[in-house]
């Protein structure tokens, strides 16, 4: 019976005849550069944007993405090999994780091709303004305990004096991404009632019905309660794990005047719907929101 992985192969190999005339190495990349990033929301378009730079003269990286809002550059390879050893896949995470000296060599960037050339220029100005790298190597090969456990305490960049971080998935990690998804897309319907304060909640006029409040935390706590990750299937982001706080809330939260006004100043929650109707309960409104 077909499971997570396979579904992973099949899309990556819909997304190859779709986009790369086949070419499943790039499908492979295209499908595992969002989960291999996951506190970042990129669209199809910029995945194939970003992983075209997979090809001669690419100087070891098959994505390089420079985050000056968030001060991060990600640097991102894919092997799309199923049966790649230790040996090897070490030998492979190793020459990636050089990759920045080759960036700001300027005897291995006069081989690069013209697009890796100009983003070679934009890596080193990051890397001036003390940008953190983040690594993320994929491959639907398996990565034992082993070869993790060799690349997980990279706190630098070689080359570099900044700080890095890398994130190894496999077959397995992608699989899971992958069936997470699907079981957020195909799941039962939901319904929930949040009460608000009439005052903090605004339908503009709008060719589509939008809603802007201010939620409670508890009533969004009691929303998840019932349905759990179901209540964002929606959402392919999902769960994003245990991540590191993002510098300007953490700047936020510390400010006594700037942490009052935090769900203002700070992305809130966006969600979908099939409908929505506000319910009039006095001072409050209860907002009762299907699927």
Request: charged share 25%; glycine share 6%; proline share 4%.
């Amino acid at each position: 019976m077909p499971d997570a992985r396979d579904d992973f192969t099949a899309a990556a190999q819909a997304i190859a005849d779709e986009r790369y005339s086949g070419n499943f190495a790039r499908g492979f990349a295209h499908l595992s550069f969002q989960p291999s990033f996951p506190t970042f929301e990129f669209t199809d378009d910029t995945a194939e944007e970003v992983t075209s730079v997979d090809r001669r003269g690419d100087l070891g990286a098959d994505g390089l993405f420079i985050d000056d809002d968030e001060q991060q550059i990600l640097l991102f390879q894919a092997k799309s090999g199923t049966t790649l050893k230790d040996a090897k896949l070490h030998e492979q995470i190793s020459t990636f994780v050089s990759c920045p000296t080759k960036l700001l060599s300027d005897d291995w960037v006069s081989k690069a091709h013209s697009e890796m050339k100009s983003l070679a220029n934009d890596f080193r100005d990051a890397i001036r303004n003390g940008y953190e790298i983040i690594y993320a190597f994929a491959t639907n090969s398996r990565i034992s305990s082993t070869v993790r456990s060799t690349f997980s305490d990279l706190a630098e960049a070689p080359g570099t004096s900044t700080q890095a971080t890398i994130s190894l998935l496999d077959a397995s990690d992608l699989g899971d991404h992958y069936g997470k998804l699907l079981l957020s897309l195909y799941g039962k319907p939901t319904t929930v009632d949040f009460a608000v304060q009439k005052a903090q909640m605004h339908e503009p006029p709008s060719a589509e019905r939008v809603v802007y409040l201010t939620l409670p935390a508890h009533e969004y706590v009691k929303a998840c309660k019932p349905y759990g990750m179901e209540l964002f299937r929606y959402n392919p982001r999902l769960y994003l794990g245990v991540n590191r706080v993002n510098a300007g809330i953490a700047q936020t939260l510390k400010n006594d005047l700037q942490r009052h006004w935090f769900h203002l100043l700070n992305n809130g929650i966006t969600a979908v719907c099939e409908r929505f109707d506000a319910i009039d309960a006095g001072d409050q409104v209860v907002l009762h929101v299907e699927d």
